[in-house]
T-cell receptor, first 114, second 112 residues
Framework: DTAVSQTPKYLVTQMGNDKSIKCEQNLGHDTMYWYKQDSKKFLKIMFSYNNKELIINETVPNRFSPKSPDKAHLNLHINSLELGDSAVYFC?????????????FGPGTRLLVL | AQSVAQPEDQVNVAEGNPLTVKCTYSVSGNPYLFWYVQYPNRGLQFLLKYITGDNLVKGSYGFEAEFNKSQTSFHLKKPSALVSDSALYFCAVRGSARQLTFGSGTQLTVLP
């Protein structure tokens, strides 16, 4: 059973293109996240949704737009891709209660912009 | 603002020896502390967490971590390292802010 899944696993595209990454969790969690891991393995939160409502929106270019059609899905759309967008993007989910705040991560989407 | 420091980019240890991966934090309010492990080309896997209670927390695969409030530390330990423990380890903290902040990661290499 895959708890947090992402598609695609790999994405190679040209500068200027628009692309989407999909994320689904079957854990029944209320909160979902997008993280970016750069080439130095540094992890940074991008967005967080709780019950389809945006609750965290870090300093991210507005070319990045998250969309949550329901609380089990959080997709990431990226417009006008740039070379610097090349990274691994991780989706995660958690319950909102502090005692259960463990975040569970998907396998990552490796984006390469040429 | 909350922050996490992992002072060692790389830790090498011989198989069978004890290992320690260091983590210190800065946070407002009570800290929630986590350790995650990342194997090559994989997502992060949860190892253990401290929320409240006993300062020594036991987690997956024989790992444990000790919360030290006075030193604001949460070091990861294992009594006897395995080659299969070789991976990238992340410490993370959540205080009154709603998001987790991750450290820069420590690459653990266990030598046979």
């Amino acid at each position: 059973d895959t708890a947090v899944s992402q598609t695609p696993k790999y994405l190679v595209t040209q500068m200027g293109n628009d692309k989407s990454i999909k994320c689904e969790q079957n854990l029944g969690h209320d909160t979902m996240y997008w993280y970016k891991q750069d080439s130095k393995k540094f992890l940074k939160i991008m967005f967080s949704y709780n019950n389809k409502e945006l609750i965290i929106n870090e300093t991210v270019p507005n070319r990045f737009s998250p969309k949550s059609p329901d609380k089990a899905h959080l997709n990431l759309h990226i417009n006008s891709l740039e070379l610097g967008d090349s990274a691994v993007y991780f989706c995660a989910s958690s319950q909102e209660l502090p005692e259960r705040e463990t975040q569970y991560f998907g396998p990552g989407t490796r984006l390469l912009v040429l | 603002a909350q922050s996490v420091a992992q002072p060692e980019d790389q830790v090498n240890v011989a198989e069978g020896n004890p290992l320690t991966v260091k983590c210190t934090y800065s946070v407002s309010g009570n800290p929630y502390l986590f350790w995650y492990v990342q194997y090559p080309n994989r997502g992060l896997q949860f190892l253990l967490k401290y929320i409240t209670g006993d300062n020594l927390v036991k987690g997956s695969y024989g790992f444990e971590a000790e919360f030290n409030k006075s030193q604001t530390s949460f070091h990861l330990k294992k009594p006897s390292a395995l080659v299969s423990d070789s991976a990238l380890y992340f410490c993370a903290v959540r205080g009154s802010a709603r998001q987790l902040t991750f450290g820069s990661g420590t690459q653990l290499t266990v030598l046979p």
